[in-house]
Nanobody
């Protein structure tokens, strides 16, 4: 089992940047694919990005390509989401998740963090 804790959210102006972190517990963190999801008020949760356990494969939703970068440091049991050129529509609660199946599919993830709020002002 993996426990996940996100950090790094906050309030930023449009065009600004934030880096989210997600630290996992347990010695098996490095065996899990990791994903970032978000959920805005009144909307369904959607996948933002994912990275395979060995860092070879990444996935990005079209709406963040070129702006967000996912990375991981298995020695630190941490996955990151660097978010640049933020837009007001990026405002949401961001969640990290761990799984051992598909990177680009919510049901591919089994463990979820509590989320961190990102608010982008115009």
């Amino acid at each position: 089992q993996v426990q996940l804790v996100e950090s790094g959210g906050g309030l930023v102006q449009a065009g600004g940047s934030l880096r989210l972190s997600c630290e996992g517990s347990g010695r098996t963190f490095s065996t899990y694919n990791m994903g970032w999801f978000r959920q805005a008020p009144g909307k369904e949760r959607e996948i933002v990005a994912g990275i395979s356990w060995n860092r070879i494969t990444t996935y990005y939703a079209d709406f963040v390509k070129g702006r967000f970068t996912v990375s991981r440091d298995n020695a630190r049991n941490t996955v990151y989401l660097q978010m640049n050129s933020l837009k007001p529509e990026d405002t949401a609660v961001y969640y990290c998740a761990a799984g051992q199946r598909r990177l680009d599919y919510g049901p591919g993830y089994d463990y979820w963090g509590q989320g961190t709020q990102v608010t982008v002002s115009s």
